[in-house]
């Protein structure tokens, strides 16, 4: 088995040390397993540099050499960098991790062993939410894991994945409608990808075991709710032409967007008339809170 780790650098030159290490750490660990196991699973890493500019072309002195280095003729966004390392990929598997984010030293063979046992499904694993020094697991609940890929919560309360690190990814199932059609404002090419494969039926398991750490910073558009919904404003159009995707489901997944964006910037009055106009919307929300046990803005 062949996985193959794209990220997206965007100057993230700062980022390049911690990102190197992680790396290291999970090639190091699957070459310790395939020796005692009398395996040869693999690992390849494509960085595609998405700011000319500021130019990384190096891992600098690591033993892990199986890494390519693609730079964008100019700024290009996520979705097309992620679909460029993905067009040079030669793994049966991916991961698309972000320049800051990390991986357990054992994920690459954890996600592995997984995916043998559950061919032809997305593994998801559970992660850790790293914020002002505190790691806080992101499914705390068995409600919360059981809905980690349930297309209606994605629909009605929002995405339910931190970032698409957390997953082990088919390359064959990886939709081409998506890989051909793509958005121009980053922040939800994510979601766009996983609205598109759970319409699809593509299944998926969920590994309970915090194999993904995500860090919140200033530079992460997964935080920035304003940024994600216009980019998911512009996938809701694009997947009105796609026939994989009820335009029924579409509308509730804008009607939504719009209802949260309102709520967000609303004061108290306007929260309570919001809600009273959207009942269904708000005691949706109510119970999922109360039942996976996340806070207001978490989970969209």
């Known amino acids: 088995?062949?996985?193959?780790?794209?990220?997206?650098?965007?100057?993230?030159?700062?980022y390049l040390g911690s990102y190197r290490d992680t790396i290291s750490r999970n090639a190091a660990f699957l070459a310790e397993k395939n020796k005692k196991e009398g395996r040869d699973d693999s690992l390849e890493?494509?960085?595609?540099n998405d700011s000319p500019e500021d130019s990384v072309n190096s891992f600098g002195e690591t033993p892990f050499k199986n890494v390519r280095f693609l730079t964008n003729d100019r700024n290009r966004g996520i979705q097309y960098s992620r679909v460029r390392g993905l067009s040079e990929a030669t793994g049966d598997y991916i991961i698309f991790l972000d320049q800051d984010d990390?991986?357990?030293?054992?994920?690459?063979?954890?996600f592995m062993r997984e995916a043998e046992k559950n061919p032809g499904r997305v593994i998801i694993?559970?992660?850790?939410?790293?914020?002002?020094?505190?790691?806080?697991?992101?499914?705390?609940?068995?409600?919360?894991k059981e809905l980690v890929w349930d297309k209606k919560t994605y629909l009605t309360v929002?995405?339910?994945?931190?970032?698409?690190?957390?997953?082990l990814i088919p390359k064959n199932l990886i939709p081409?409608?998506?890989?051909?059609?793509?958005?121009?404002?980053?922040?939800?090419?994510?979601?766009?990808?996983?609205?598109?494969?759970?319409?699809?039926?593509?299944?998926?398991?969920?590994?309970?075991?915090?194999?993904?750490?995500?860090?919140?910073?200033e530079t992460n558009l997964s935080t920035d709710t304003e940024k994600t919904d216009v980019s998911s404003?512009?996938?809701?159009?694009?997947l009105r032409g796609c026939s994989d995707v009820s335009s029924r489901d579409l509308d509730t997944l804008e009607k939504m967007l719009k209802y949260k964006a309102a709520f967000r910037k609303g004061k108290l009055m306007k929260k309570g008339?919001?809600?009273?106009r959207h009942p269904v919307l708000f005691f949706t929300n109510v119970h999922y809170k109360k039942i996976t046990a996340t806070y207001y803005g978490d989970r969209r």
Not at 45 to 48: L, Y
Request: aromatic share 14%.
């Open 176 to 217: 081409s409608f998506w890989k051909e059609h793509l958005i121009s404002k980053n922040g939800a090419d994510d979601y766009y990808l996983w609205i598109l494969m759970l319409s699809m039926g593509i299944g998926a398991k969920y590994l309970d075991a915090p194999l993904y750490v995500h860090q919140a910073n």
């Open 45 to 48: 890493v494509i960085i595609i």
């Open 158 to 167: 929002g995405i339910q994945i931190i970032s698409p690190g957390q997953c």
């Open 125 to 144: 694993s559970n992660a850790l939410f790293e914020t002002k020094g505190s790691n806080e697991p992101v499914y705390k609940t068995e409600k919360a």
């Open 273 to 276: 008339l919001l809600s009273l």
């Open 102 to 110: 990390f991986l357990r030293k054992d994920a690459v063979y954890l």
């Open 233 to 238: 404003y512009e996938f809701i159009k694009i």
């Open 1 to 14: 088995m062949k996985v193959s780790i794209i990220t997206p650098f965007y100057k993230g030159r700062k």
